[in-house]
């Protein structure tokens, strides 16, 4: 089993619309969760943090659910500049120098 | 915010060559820094972790006297593709935190993508 795991993509949806990322870990040691975007050829850019209350940044809603080991994006009223890749991950604990996790991604394209 | 600068940004090498990537952090000092490689279509698979005045720790399967790593400063890391192969061609990415906390997220340089023919 991989240790972060996300949808498979990529998500074709038109402007305005709501998308949803699901993302889940295999580490329950892992502390901390992020969402970090990718643009084509360029490095990682840090989207969010992920708290355990969920938390909300404009139109970017992010969750976490420990029990189920589950991390979700939600992306609403999308925008064209929102394509991009959306890597989910996370932590590896304490025990393993804090190294960060990447989901292999999902690709998101907006379209007119 | 914290910045980490990488360079060079592009390289094209023959095979058999080495090439040598530096990333910096400009505006905080980092005791650690990742170094991540990614392949088209693939996700940042890290590589080693570069640990100020030590020996870096590496990932299973990496090759530690393939990928040299050096970390002599609190701002300075680099990594050293030696005897360069087609299939190093690759996206290389370093990361550092600004916080010395381990549940703080990564900050990364711009990446060198690096072609070896």
């Known amino acids: 089993r991989k240790e972060v795991e996300q949808d498979p993509g990529p998500f074709n949806v038109p402007e305005g619309a709501t998308v949803a990322f699901n993302c889940t870990y295999s580490?329950?040691?892992?502390?901390?969760f992020f969402w970090y975007r990718q643009d084509c050829r360029k490095e990682p850019k840090l989207l969010m943090s992920v708290y355990s209350s969920g938390n909300e940044d404009g139109r970017f809603t992010a969750q976490l659910n420990r029990a189920s080991q589950y991390i979700s994006l939600l992306i609403r009223d999308s925008k064209l500049s929102d394509s991009a890749t959306y890597l989910c991950?996370?932590?590896?604990?304490?025990?393993?120098?804090?190294?960060?996790?990447f989901g292999q991604g999902t690709e998101l394209s907006v379209k007119p | 915010g914290a910045v980490v600068s990488q360079h060079p940004s592009r390289v094209i090498c023959k095979s058999g060559t080495s090439v040598k990537i530096e990333c910096r952090s400009l505006?905080?000092?980092?005791?650690?820094m990742f170094w991540y490689r990614q392949f088209p279509k693939k996700s940042l698979m890290l590589m080693a972790t570069?640990?100020?005045?030590?020996?870096?720790?590496?990932e299973q399967g990496v090759e530690k006297d393939k990928f040299l790593i050096n970390h002599a400063s609190l701002t300075l890391s680099t990594l050293t593709v030696t005897s360069a192969h087609p299939e190093d061609s690759s996206f290389y990415i370093c990361?550092?935190?600004?916080?010395?906390?381990?549940?703080?997220?990564?900050?990364f340089g711009n990446g060198t993508r690096l072609t070896v023919t």
């Open positions: 570069s640990n100020e005045g030590s020996k870096a720790t590496y």
């Open positions: 990361s550092a935190r600004s916080r010395s906390s381990y549940n703080s997220p990564l900050h």
């Open positions: 505006d905080f000092q980092a005791t650690t």
């Open positions: 580490n329950s040691a892992s502390q901390s």
């Open positions: 991950v996370v932590n590896s604990g304490y025990n393993q120098g804090g190294k960060l996790i």
